[in-house]
C-alpha cells in the first residue's frame, strides 16, 4: 500500500502523511480494532463449533475455574493475530528489515502456541506440546531473529547490551549476544504465557508494554529525539511503533470479547506470539533491560513460578499457596476482578518508571 501511495505524493500533497509513522501508527491501531470488531464474533462462533468443550482446564488450578470458566474456547490470539497481521502489512513500511524479522518472530511463536493449543484441545488435556521441544524451537526462531538484528545493525551497538541511566555505558558482548537475544525473546514469550491465566489479565500489559515501546521505538529511531535524549540511536527501528500500534488497536478489540466472564480465551496462540514480539522489540532497540521493567508484571509472574517450582524440589514446600503469583491471590480470596484491575495497576506503574529511564541519563 505504502509503495502505491508513494508514486502518487508528488500529484498529491495531502498523500504526504503516509510518510509520517506517527500517522501511520494510528492508522494501524483504527484498522486492527475494527478489523477485531468486525471478525471477531465470527472467529469466536467458529472456533466454539471446532473446539467443542472449549480449552480444558487444570484440575491443580483453582477449583472455581473448572465451573465458571469451562467450555469457553481458545486460540483467542487468531483474532489479536489476524488483526495485527492486516494492520501491519497495510500501514508498515515492509521494506523495513526489522518489521519483518518481528513478523518472523510472532508468526513462529504464534505456530508453536497453536500447536500446543490444538494438542491440548483435541486431547482434552493442560499438557500439549513438550517443554523441552517448545523451548528449543522458539531458541532457534529467537537465534535467527537475533544474528539478522546483529547484521543490519551498526557495530559495536548491533552486538551491545546497553544500559538505562548511562549515556554511553555498553557491554560489547560479541556472538554471544545471539544467545542472549535468544534468550530475551524466549523469555518473554513464556513470561507472557504464564501470565494469562485470568480473563483480560494479560492483553492489558501486553498493550502497556506495546504502547511504552512503541514510543521507545520510534525515539530510538529517530536521529533528533535519540540524540536530545541521549539514548541510543538505532536507524530504522522507528517503524516498528507501527506495528506495536497494531497491537493496541487488536488488544483492545480483543478485550471487548475477553473482559470477564470471557467469550474467548488468549491462549498460547496469542500469548507467546505476543510475549515474543515484544522481547524482539526490545532487542531491536536495545531496551532489553527496559524491558524487565517495564513488564516487570510478566517477570513477577515467571519469577513466582520458578521460585515455587526451586523450593518444592529442594525443600517440599511451597512459596506461594499456588503459582503463578495470580493464582496465589486468588487462593487468599482476592475476586478474580480485584487481581485483573490491581495487575492492571502495576504494569502501567512499572511502565511509567521504564520510561522515565530515557530522560534519566
Known sequence: ML????????????LNVFRYITFRTGGAIITALLFVFMFGPSIIALLRLKQGKGQPIRTDGPQSHLITKKGTPTMGGLMIFSGLMVATLLWANLSNVYVWVVLFVTIGFGLIGFYDDYLKVTKQTHAGLSGKTRLAIEALIGGVAAVVIMHIGREPLSSSLAFPLFKDLLIDLGWFFIAFAALVIVAAGNAVNLTDGLDGLAIVPVMVAAGSFGL???????????????IHYVAGVGELAVICGAIIGAGIGFLWFNAPPAQ????????????????????ATKHEIVLAIIGGLFVLEAVSVIVQVISFKLTGKRVF????????????GWTEPQIVIRFWIIAVVLALIGLSTLKLR
Request: aromatic fraction near 12%; glycine fraction near 12%; proline fraction near 3%.
Open 321 to 332: 499457596k499456588m503459582a503463578p503469583i495470580h493464582h496465589h491471590f486468588e487462593q487468599l
Open 264 to 283: 474467548i480465551f488468549m491462549g498460547d496462540t496469542g500469548s507467546l506470539a505476543l510475549g515474543g514480539l515484544l522481547g524482539t522489540i526490545a532487542v
Open 216 to 230: 521507545i521505538a520510534y525515539l530510538s529511531g529517530n536521529v533528533l529525539f535519540a540524540d536530545y535524549l541521549q
Open 3 to 14: 509503495q502505491w501511495l508513494a508514486e502518487f505524493q508528488g500529484s498529491v500533497p495531502a
